[in-house]
């Protein structure tokens, strides 16, 4: 099944403790992105990927770390979270960029205390 | 720079009703993307349709159509005859063809249908 993972699903976890959220698409898609949904503001774009070892800011890259070694992984880290931080995490992948829509994880809900 | 609003925070319509979400758009690029998703109460996020800046043609599917206007920059959705599986948060989005890579989302729209 073409799919798009992301784990963990849910996460809480404490001011300044390094976390890493996976995320993964079996579908050999070029582009992968991160978002945050936050109440009222839609989705902000994190980071994104064009491909392996492209990576570039999305539109609040604060605080965040993305990696992409392999096509299908696209990891999401946050080195000290903060509460603001504190959201719903989605990745996404696209066959290419801009033209093509994203196919979306299951969303990751994380909680920094 | 790129940027969605949409306007209407919530809606609130009865079954059976019509119903439009608005989408307006700011971009410079001559080539771009718009999209719309649709985000259930279950909370994944699911597309619904793509269209380019050289296509304005509008497209209907079943009770859904999308009106893509150029000279306003907006691509509304409206939903006909709305039913209760309809309840969701919808999203517009953008894509730069100059740009690939930015996706801008706007805030949604929660939809609320009543029995």
């Known amino acids: 099944e073409a799919q798009v993972t992301q784990n963990p699903r849910y996460l809480i976890t404490v001011t300044g403790k390094k976390l890493t959220v996976t995320c993964s698409q079996n579908m050999n898609h070029e582009y992968m992105s991160w978002y945050r949904q936050d109440p009222g503001l839609g989705l902000r774009q994190i980071y994104y990927?064009?491909?392996?070892?492209?990576?570039d800011k999305g539109d609040v890259p604060e605080g965040y770390k993305v990696s992409r070694k392999e096509k299908r992984n696209f990891p999401l880290i946050l080195e000290s979270p903060s509460p603001n931080q504190t959201s719903l995490y989605f990745c996404a992948s696209s066959l290419v960029a801009d033209y093509n829509e994203q196919f979306f994880g299951p969303g990751t809900r994380l909680t920094v205390l | 720079a790129q940027k969605v609003t949409q306007a209407q925070t919530e809606i609130s319509v009865v079954e059976k009703e019509d119903v439009t979400l608005d989408c307006v758009y700011e971009t410079r690029d001559t080539t771009y993307y718009l999209f719309w998703y649709k985000q259930p109460p279950s909370g994944e996020l699911v597309f619904l349709i793509r269209r380019n800046s050289f296509d304005e043609q509008n497209e209907i599917s079943g009770r859904y159509s999308w009106n893509f206007q150029k000279s306003t920059s907006s691509f509304n959705f409206t939903i006909t005859a709305s039913q209760v599986v309809d309840s969701a948060v919808y999203f517009c989005?953008?894509?730069?063809?100059?740009?690939?890579?930015?996706?801008?989302f706007g805030d949604g729209t929660t939809l609320t249908v009543k029995p």
């Open positions: 989005a953008l894509s730069e063809g100059t740009n690939a890579g930015k996706s801008t």
């Open positions: 990927s064009m491909n392996v070892e492209v990576t």
